[in-house]
């Protein structure tokens, strides 16, 4: 009767211990600023990138892995870049620079992209799609889609947020 007790009462107590202990969670984690570093081709349909990425987290350590972005440039593929998992500590308000490496889409002719250097040039013709999957050490998480982010805004260092954007 005694183990009967005691197992009725943490069953009581433990939501209400868990509700008393709840933070907004990965709500609170920001982006405070993307950069592009550097970006070399390799051959003619290869490329290593190197990203910076500031990331504020005052929740628990987590992990991004699976992590792969599209450009696309007037609506057409134009690169995918794909990178290892990624550790953001808990408690840590850091930059991160992240190495990627992508491949041109086949068909794409890069020599398309000399216009940019033109007086009528937009950044805005060149969009981004990221996806990754954030993760506790106990295997825990979500996939993240983020979806024509465009290059003006990540050259600018403006951060892009979209609650809808992100998937379940």
């Known amino acids: ?17 868990l509700s008393s202990c709840k933070s907004r969670g990965f709500q609170d984690i920001e982006i405070t600023s993307v950069r592009l570093v550097s970006i070399v081709p390799e051959g003619f349909s290869n490329v290593t990138a190197v990203v910076e990425v500031g990331v504020r987290n005052p929740t628990v350590a987590f992990e991004l892995s699976q992590v792969e972005a599209q450009a696309r440039f007037q609506g057409e593929p134009a690169l995918t870049a794909t990178s290892e998992t990624i550790t953001i500590p808990k408690h840590s308000d850091a930059v991160y620079q992240i190495p990627l490496q992508g491949r041109l889409a086949e068909g794409f002719n890069p020599f ?18 990221v996806r990754c999957r954030a993760s506790l050490r106990s295997g825990f998480g979500r996939n993240i889609e983020l979806l024509d982010i465009p290059l003006s805004a990540l050259l ?3 951060q892009t947020k979209n609650d809808e954007q992100i998937l379940e």
Not at 1 to 17: C, D, G, S, V
């Open 1 to 17: 009767m005694k183990l009967f007790a005691r197992i009725l009462l943490l069953t009581l107590l433990l939501p209400l211990l």
């Open 112 to 129: 398309r992209l000399l216009r940019l250097l033109g007086d009528e040039a937009s950044f805005d013709d060149i969009t981004f799609d």
């Open 156 to 158: 600018r260092g403006m």
